[in-house]
Antibody
């Protein structure tokens, strides 16, 4: 069955870096676009980034542009989010989600990132 | 950026009664291919979001037929014909026509 399993979250100090991973299984990963969506504690959903199936097209939210990089490894069925220069406002649960354009039809369980000194 | 405005933000409903959530977009979500790039998601308590409706009015696989989506352009509605206890949670609209993509603020449905 389809599975998306995020990992890499934790507590990190402001201005430091963290890399999130999303391991995919149960479907042809290299044929799906992938998103990262985050949710700050007690808040709503915020779209973060998207990468096309082949990794050749990427888009970002203004709040993370220039600091976060989305990438994928289609050989190892893994999605990444490299997060640099982290801020306290980046504290959130980060979800990966696959897309059958345009819908996000399967979501992972999320990984919590806490940015705090 | 495209702003999605949901109403109401809180929706208490008795079991068996209908419910309706509105989502208004600051830009038209009607693509030249005649599809509306509006989606609806439900986040049940303690769970990840799940897709309910895509392209404005299409139910995702496994979604009960008491859920329906309608609208075009800038005004969209999610309707539940008869609310059940399992429908509690926060409902979000989302647009993926424009970048950056965006969600509405969420509507919390609770059972009276």
């Amino acid at each position: 069955q389809v599975q998306l399993v995020e990992s890499g979250g934790g507590v990190v100090q402001p201005l430091r870096s963290l890399r999130l991973s999303c391991a995919a299984s149960g479907f042809s990963f290299n044929t799906y676009g992938m998103h990262w969506v985050r949710q700050a504690p007690g808040k709503g959903l915020e779209w973060v980034a998207f990468v096309a199936f082949d990794g050749n097209y990427k888009i970002y939210a203004d709040s993370v542009k220039g600091r976060f990089t989305i990438s994928r490894d289609n050989f190892n069925n893994t999605l990444y989010l490299q997060m640099n220069s982290l801020r306290t406002e980046d504290t959130a649960v980060y979800y990966c989600a696959r897309t059958i354009l345009p819908a996000l039809d399967w979501w992972g369980q999320g990984t919590l990132v806490t940015v705090s000194s | 950026d495209t702003v999605l405005t949901q109403s109401p933000l809180s929706l208490p409903v008795k079991p068996g009664e209908p419910a309706s959530i509105s989502c208004r977009s600051s830009q038209s979500l009607l693509h030249t291919n005649e599809y509306n790039y509006m989606e609806w998601y439900l986040q049940k308590p303690g769970q990840s979001p799940q897709l309910l409706i895509y392209l404005g009015s299409n139910r995702a696989s496994g979604v009960p037929d008491r859920f329906s989506g309608s609208g075009s352009g800038t005004d969209f509605t999610l309707k539940i014909s008869r609310v059940e206890a399992e429908d509690v949670g926060v409902y979000y609209c989302m647009q993926v026509l424009y970048t950056p993509h965006s969600f509405g603020q969420g509507t919390k449905l609770e059972i009276k």
